[in-house]
């Protein structure tokens, strides 16, 4: 068995009911990037993503679209699947909640809860939205002038009336305030985390935890009048992954608990209170941290269907590059907070800092050693002050890198390969490699070497956010693919001087305003 500390890490899985957006990319590149990552940083990595297909507003979907649950699922559940292969993600399974394992550890579970006597039969009486599949309290809601009731979400509730079994969540409050302050990180950014912690003191009510007035669902073991809420069956499916019910041995052994569920601010109350309570209820650990992001508009507005503005991702990355909107979402928005798509800010990062910045930097040098190296790695002389200032701090970028990619603070991480990006452009205006090509050569080959040594840990340490652009740029610098990890950051894959290079091409192109309808 491998001796590799491993990394667990999860998307949300997204309700079938809709075609994929750009909020579901968003939250699976933040999951792609970390595990790509961990990757080369020596992690044995699991990465998750799948979707969600029970439950009332799935069927509701399937009904409007005139198929029966099963073939609507299939369909819809192979859209998020092509978007993450056209994304070019990296998950190492997709699960899909209709599977027989899946189903198989729901019922384990909820076994489990049942045996440890957390769970009674009684009768639900209140208000549900079917959008959020969330049951709400009176006293969370809004009442809209034509006397319909709205959640805080904004969805429209429905009164619900059936028998159904409870889950005591109101016993487990105490011990998840008492996990979240042995934890200090298991709920970030810290603001959401203050938030559930007051939720929480404001005493928690059992949980209604299946449903009889439909039928698209798991089947509660032993009675099967009942259908496992879509929350609890949802939750599990962290578990079902590696292997649950079986947890002595296998990927449960290897991987849980996990190490980050990636979930948008909008589900963290599931995550944060439910999960965590269920877990410990079936003697299961929780997961190590809850990581809720922000929420996207599109230029200023919400992104809705209704209003006819939703992002496709597929569209984006065709006009503008798909590792330039990969960039432009980490890099825009501080990584929690919302944020605003907009097509101008798209340009100005594309432009500015991928075009210029980056590329400039890589095109320039890469053809200067291409004209006058003769399209070899320049031979390097004794080295300045000046060339181990910029080594130095190219080297010394993977300490830091990491530990902003550990708080999931994808834009510093950015930020702060970029500060030696520009250090890099600087270091070229000021030793002028053009002008040493007569003056001395052997100087400038120097020069020369130790920009393409800067770049080479540029693109290793940028392949997570940008996979396909970082691996052209790295076969352009003649660095071989086992040589990629962060293992050969330092000196120990340095640039070979002597070692043929292929021809040099930019890998980032500008955004014309002309090219936009051509
Ligand atoms: O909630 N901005 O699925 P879902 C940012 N099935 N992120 C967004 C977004 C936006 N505008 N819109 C969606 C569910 N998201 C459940 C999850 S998990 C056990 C079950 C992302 O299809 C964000 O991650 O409604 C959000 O939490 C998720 O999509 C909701 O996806």
Redesign the pocket.
């Known amino acids: 068995m491998s001796d590799k500390p491993t990394y667990y890490v999860t998307?949300?899985?997204?309700?079938v009911?809709?075609a994929p957006?750009?909020?579901?990319a968003?939250?699976t590149l933040a999951c792609d990037v970390l595990a790509r990552f961990k990757r080369l940083d020596g992690f044995d990595v699991r990465f998750l993503t799948g979707t969600?297909e029970h439950g009332q507003k799935v069927e509701k979907s399937a009904q409007a679209a005139g198929k029966d649950p099963q073939t609507f699922t299939d369909e819809v559940s192979q859209n998020f699947r092509d978007l993450a292969d056209f994304m070019n993600f990296s998950h190492d399974d997709f699960i899909r909640t209709t599977e027989d394992r899946h189903i198989k550890a729901c019922q384990a579970i909820w076994k489990k809860l049942e045996e440890a006597g957390d769970i009674y039969l009684d009768n639900y009486g209140g208000w549900y939205a079917v959008r959020d599949?969330a049951f709400y309290g009176e006293d969370e809601l809004t009442k809209t002038p034509d006397g319909k009731r709205i959640a805080p979400s904004g969805a429209e509730v429905e009164w619900v009336e059936e028998p159904s079994y409870f889950f005591k969540l109101s016993e487990w409050g105490d011990r998840l305030l008492a996990h979240y302050d042995a934890n200090p990180d298991f709920i970030l950014p810290e603001s959401r985390r203050n938030e559930v912690t007051s939720f929480v003191k404001g005493g928690l009510n059992d949980l209604s935890i299946s449903r009889t007035t439909f039928n698209w669902g798991v089947p509660v073991p032993g009675d099967d009048a009942h259908i496992m809420y879509v929350?609890l069956d949802?939750?599990t499916?962290?578990i079902t992954a590696v292997g649950y019910p079986e947890t002595e041995s296998g990927n449960y052994a290897k991987y849980w608990p996990a190490d980050l569920h990636?979930?948008?601010?909008?589900?963290l109350r599931?995550?944060a209170v439910y999960w965590p309570a269920f877990l410990m209820a079936a003697g299961l650990e929780p997961p190590k941290r809850i990581f809720a992001?922000?929420?996207?508009?599109n230029e200023g507005q919400k992104?809705s269907k209704s209003l006819g503005n939703v992002i496709d991702p597929i569209e984006l990355s065709n006009k503008y590059g798909l590792d330039q909107v990969r960039y432009f979402l980490l890099r825009e928005v501080p990584f929690g907070n919302d944020g605003d798509f907009s097509h101008t800010a798209m340009v100005n990062r594309m432009n500015g800092e991928l075009a210029n910045d980056f590329g400039n930097l890589a095109q320039r040098v890469l053809s200067m050693t291409a004209k006058n190296c003769d399209g070899k790695v320049p031979n390097p002389g004794e080295l300045s002050d000046d060339d181990n200032a910029l080594l130095g701090q190219a080297q010394g970028l993977l300490a830091a890198v990491r530990e902003h990619m550990d708080r999931q603070a994808f834009n510093h991480a950015l930020e702060t390969i970029w500060i030696v990006i520009r250090a890099a452009n600087a270091y070229v205006d000021h030793q002028a490699p053009w002008k040493l090509r007569k003056e001395d050569p052997a100087r400038m080959e120097t020069v020369l070497y130790v920009l393409a040594e800067t770049i080479r840990h540029l693109a290793i340490l940028c392949q997570p956010v940008m996979p396909g652009t970082m691996a052209k740029m790295l076969d352009q610098l003649g660095v071989p693919a086992d040589a990629r990890g962060f293992e050969a950051l330092g000196e120990a894959g340095a640039l070979k001087p002597g070692a043929e290079l292929p021809k040099p091409e930019g890998v980032f192109p500008r955004f014309v305003e002309e090219d936009a309808g051509a």
């Open positions: 998307t949300p899985i997204y309700y009911n809709d957006h750009i909020g579901h968003y939250t969600d599949e929350w949802a939750l499916n962290y990636m979930v948008g601010k909008d589900i599931f995550h992001h922000g929420w996207w508009t992104i």
